[in-house]
């Protein structure tokens, strides 16, 4: 049986690169290629894939929020990469290879048979390894502060101060405290980078740190608002609920 393979990366040659290496390979099929996130976990639920070679940074959904996405679809993952900061987490779960740019042909080789080695002895207990791996990353990954730009100076904010972000057309409010500020970027985009197990999206409109959520409260026909320690009261939309409780 052949390894079905996908190749993901945002720079059309180092995808060239991947295929060419794989060209000639009698036991892997290359079934899809992706230039983004977003088609990378359409093409991954789609064909299930024995193997994944996955870039970490890439506009929009960057690798680490295609494996979480995508995570009950995923077999092998192999990151290529040129950045080598999650190298040593990737090797202490032991459940993925790292291929960091620029690699050559035998460093490719020998990640190939590791891959075949793996998928024969495979335990069973890859998919554990992995959510493990992708929690691992993504914490390490997650914004930690903001620069503010304001009046001619640049300060910088700690993310942990805010309490709530309000989307404001392409722009983004921040409140932490008894301060406001106002910074260029899209909501959504602005939701990737944060910590997902400390931010959450209530509302299309609204995100809120979860530290600082005092109550959450019932009001009349299955609606709910969301008490923050500050005083503010924020809707809460239905569809965000369970995933806020």
């Given at each position: ?9 945002d ?9 060419s290496?794989?060209?000639?390979k ?20 789609e064909?299930?894939p ?5 870039d ?42 790292y ?13 190939l048979d ?22 691992q ?29 309000e989307?404001?057309?392409?722009y ?35 995100i809120v ?29 239905r ?7």
């Amino acid at each position: 049986m052949k390894i079905r393979t996908i190749i993901v990366d945002d720079e059309r040659h180092a995808r060239q690169k991947i295929r060419s290496l794989l060209a000639g390979k009698n036991d892997v099929e290359i079934v899809r290629e992706c230039a983004n996130g977003d088609d990378a976990v359409r093409a991954i639920r789609e064909t299930r894939p024995d193997l994944i070679f996955l870039d970490v940074q890439m506009p929009g959904r960057s690798g680490f929020d295609v494996l979480r996405d995508a995570a009950d679809d995923v077999k092998h993952i192999v990151f290529v990469t040129a950045h080598d900061q999650y190298a040593l987490q990737a090797f202490e779960v032991q459940a993925l290879d790292y291929l960091l740019k620029p690699f050559d042909r035998d460093r490719f080789e020998k990640t190939l048979d590791r891959v075949r080695e793996r998928m024969q002895n495979d335990s069973g207990d890859l998919q554990a390894k992995l959510r493990a791996l992708v929690e691992q990353m993504h914490e390490s990954d997650a914004l930690q502060r903001l620069m503010i730009k304001s009046a001619g100076r640049i300060t910088f904010l700690r993310v942990d101060e805010i309490d709530w972000l309000e989307a404001a057309d392409n722009y983004v409010r921040i409140h932490a405290g008894r301060e406001t500020h106002l910074i260029r970027e899209t909501m959504n985009h602005l939701e990737t980078r944060l910590d997902k197990r400390k931010f959450v999206r209530i509302h299309r409109g609204a995100i809120v740190n979860i530290e600082a959520v005092a109550e959450v409260r019932a009001l009349f026909h299955g609606d709910h608002s969301v008490l923050l320690r500050t005083g503010v009261s924020l809707p809460l939309g239905r569809a965000y609920r369970d995933r806020l409780l």
